[in-house]
């Protein structure tokens, strides 16, 4: 499986680099699949704008995040919401995030 899960990961198709910094600990590079879903306002019939950013990644790169940790992504500082969630198989986590640090 951590075979499958390279090639996933590979930013040579689907991830993107991102710079993980967990609260106390020196930075480290890991890959990532980020998605920053946004919907736009239509007056018309009430849709909201919004963004949901959030990426993909190993459990095992991120196992420790918290709120406030930061990932930064494309040149741009995104702060973790809060803990990683696990995907149905463990190995993987989805983290969202925002622009704007928590209190």
């Known amino acids: 499986m951590a ?3 390279a ?3 590979s930013t040579d198709d689907f991830a993107v680099s991102a710079t993980f910094t967990h609260t106390g600990s020196a930075a480290v ?3 990532v699949i980020f998605n920053d879903a946004f919907e736009s306002v239509n007056p018309f019939n009430g849709t909201v704008e919004t963004s949901n950013p959030h ?5 095992s790169d991120v196992s420790a995040a918290v709120k406030n940790d930061t990932m930064v992504i494309g040149g741009v500082t995104y702060y973790c919401i809060g803990k990683p969630q696990k995907v149905e198989d463990g190995l993987t986590a ?3 995030l925002s622009k704007t640090q928590a209190r």
Do not use: E, G, N, P
């Open 94 to 96: 989805v983290i969202q």
């Open 7 to 9: 090639a996933f990961f």
């Open 29 to 31: 590079v890991i890959s």
């Open 55 to 59: 990426v993909v990644c190993k459990y």
């Open 3 to 5: 075979t499958d899960l």
